[in-house]
T-cell receptor
Framework: DQQVKQNSPSLSVQEGRISILNCDYT??????FLWYKKYPAEGPTFLIS?????DKNEDGRFTVFLNKSAKHLSLHIVPSQPGDSAVYFCAATNNAGGTSYGKLTFGQGTILTVHP | DAGVIQSPRHEVTEMGQEVTLRCKPISGHDYLFWYRQTMMRGLELLIY????????DSGMPEDRFSAKMPNASFSTLKIQPSEPRDSAVYFCASSKDRRPLTDTQYFGPGTRLTVL
């Protein structure tokens, strides 16, 4: 049962254009969402996060949007650069505490390729 | 800081053999996580520890998998006996207990396991 889904296995974008990566979730208890970036032969690294009390969080070229009613979040990269080519994982968790505290549920990942 | 260290980086073994993956977390981190990455399911949490104590092992696929954390600087994930469907990349991650916890997970480079 995939509670976090990234339905697009891959995305190809031209340098300078916008990249939009999408993620859907099913668990209403999730209240904190994250994006991780992974290069080949490396572990994932944290990119940006958003709490469920917000609908947008921005960090430089990266913006995450959260639509709670649709249980959907997206990551926008503007402008896209060739160095952004990587696998992007969406993740979700419940920060309320208890045994689920700190437990991340990841999506399958989307391979982003930015062409020069 | 050396980051999270995993060994070996690559492991090729035959079906039925015992496999042991090793992890050294970042010094001072309270939490340690073991993940598995496959094409079909993305990143799955297998088990995590807090102060060397297993907190949640609900992601461990079956009894062939076991994990230990004998001290704050070392953890192992063991598969016995191994099967071809265990082939995947196994990641270890660690974090310091601060709120929110989840955006501070640091991943190791992973161990690519191939079971023939």
């Amino acid at each position: 049962d995939q509670q976090v889904k990234q339905n697009s296995p891959s995305l190809s974008v031209q340098e300078g254009r916008i990249s939009i990566l999408n993620c859907d979730y099913t668990n209403s208890m999730f209240d904190y969402f994250l994006w991780y970036k992974k290069y080949p032969a490396e572990g994932p690294t944290f990119l940006i996060s958003i709490s469920s009390i917000k609908d947008k969080n921005e960090d430089g070229r990266f913006t995450v949007f959260l639509n709670k009613s649709a249980k959907h979040l997206s990551l926008h990269i503007v402008p896209s650069q060739p160095g952004d080519s990587a696998v992007y994982f969406c993740a979700a968790t419940n920060n309320a505490g208890g045994t689920s505290y700190g437990k991340l549920t990841f999506g399958q990942g989307t391979i982003l390729t930015v062409h020069p | 800081d050396a980051g999270v260290i995993q060994s070996p980086r690559h492991e090729v073994t035959e079906m039925g053999q015992e496999v042991t993956l090793r992890c050294k977390p970042i010094s001072g981190h309270d939490y340690l996580f073991w993940y598995r990455q496959t094409m079909m399911r993305g990143l799955e949490l297998l088990i995590y520890f807090n102060n060397n104590v297993p907190i949640d092992d609900s992601g461990m696929p079956e009894d062939r998998f076991s994990a230990k954390m004998p001290n704050a600087s070392f953890s192992t994930l063991k598969i016995q006996p191994s099967e071809p469907r265990d082939s995947a990349v196994y990641f270890c991650a660690s974090s310091k207990d601060r709120r929110p916890l989840t955006d501070t997970q640091y991943f190791g480079p992973g161990t690519r396991l191939t079971v023939l």
